[in-house]
């Protein structure tokens, strides 16, 4: 059974990397990856990075904070067995990644003064020759 779980896994596995890399604009045939558009895909990147923090900090603080008030109706029904400061703890947690995107927007607007920050440029490089004389 663990040879046919392993054999499916490694399938999957491997029709998935095919999936992507047939999708993928470089196999396409006219796609050129240089140094600049490989630099300006990753700036692209990682300005999407704050909202996919904030979607999971809030998930993760609503998870956490449920889990603290089953935690304290536990130790309702019986204070011998659970404890008062593991739910306390799970409600202050999920509290704290709950607040974590209003945190860093204040942050945001501390550092930057208000001001939308406009996004860095790709970096290009230029070819000045080859030295040779």
């Known amino acids: 059974m663990l040879k046919y779980i392993k054999k499916l896994y490694l399938t999957a596995g491997a029709g998935f990397t ?3 890399l047939a999708a993928s604009p470089a ?3 006219g796609g050129t990856n240089t140094f600049s558009t490989i630099a300006g895909h990753i700036t692209d990147s990682v300005q999407n990075l704050p909202g996919l923090i904030a979607v999971f900090s809030t998930l993760m603080g609503l998870l956490i904070g449920v889990m603290g008030v089953f935690k304290i109706k536990d130790h309702v029904e019986d204070p011998d067995k659970t404890e008062l400061k593991e739910g ?5 947690a999920g509290g704290a990644l709950l ?7 204040v942050i945001t607007d501390t550092v930057s003064g208000g001001q939308t920050v406009a996004a860095p440029t790709p970096l290009t490089l230029k070819a000045t020759g080859t030295g040779i004389g």
Not at 88 to 92: E, K
Not at 99 to 105: A, E, G, K, R, V
């Open 18 to 20: 095919a999936g992507v």
């Open 27 to 29: 196999s396409a045939g």
């Open 88 to 92: 306390a703890i799970r409600l202050v």
């Open 99 to 105: 607040s974590l995107p209003f945190i860093y927007d």
